[in-house]
């Protein structure tokens, strides 16, 4: 009996990708696929799959609320976030929230295969990259989505470019800016896009 899969990333073609690495695999199908947090609940909760591969950072419904989301939705599913970030922040609050596996996208197409098939059988799976992230002392008391908003001034993203990204107005993400300063004790952005290069860096 194969694995059943349900795919959530915002962008398709990072879908497409893994839908063509599982079906390399006989003891995995893809079933479903969702774009969005909000798309990928409804969905679970119809096909039940056995697997959910869950991006973390997505527009409106992070990776965190949709995981909460789903486990409650498909109390039988597991749930793998597979992403680019593993800072303690991230993790933490993702296996808090249900996260069964946490898989950075930096894993080789046979480590991706190996720990669905690892997670489907009732395993944790983490990442050593994230494991590590877990013995770091939490940031302040920077808010999920300002931690979003941090990554992406990491990747050079602007204002609009963020609101874009996050589903959210340029001004809510100048208040992300503005707090994000004060809580890190910060003077300016270019301050606070160098904190978060650091950061992802592992500095």
């Known amino acids: 009996m194969k694995v059943r899969i349900v795919l959530v990333d915002d962008h398709a073609v990072v879908r497409q990708g893994l839908a063509a690495l599982i079906a390399t695999h006989p003891r995995l199908e893809v079933v479903g696929e969702a774009g969005s ?16 591969l869950l991006d973390m950072i997505m527009p409106k419904m ?11 939705a498909a109390p039988g599913s597991r749930v793998l976030l597979l992403t680019s970030y593993a800072e303690s922040d991230l993790v933490r609050p993702a296996l808090a929230a249900g996260a069964d596996g946490y898989l950075l996208k930096t894993a080789s197409a046979d480590g991706v295969l190996q720990a669905i098939l690892a997670v489907a059988q009732g395993q944790q799976v983490l990442d050593a990259v994230a494991l590590d992230a877990l013995r770091q002392p939490m940031a302040s008391d920077v808010s999920m989505r300002e931690q979003e908003v941090l990554h992406l001034i990491a990747q050079g993203l602007g204002n609009a470019e963020i609101a874009d990204r996050l589903a959210i107005t340029v001004r809510t993400v100048k208040a992300h800016v503005s707090s994000l300063l004060q809580k890190l004790d910060l003077e300016d952005r270019t301050q606070l896009a160098i904190y978060a290069l650091r950061r992802q860096n592992g500095h």
């Open 37 to 52: 947090g909000e798309d990928a609940v409804p969905l679970c909760r119809r096909l039940q799959p056995d697997v959910v």
């Open 62 to 72: 992070n990776g965190v609320a949709a995981a909460s989301a789903i486990k409650a």
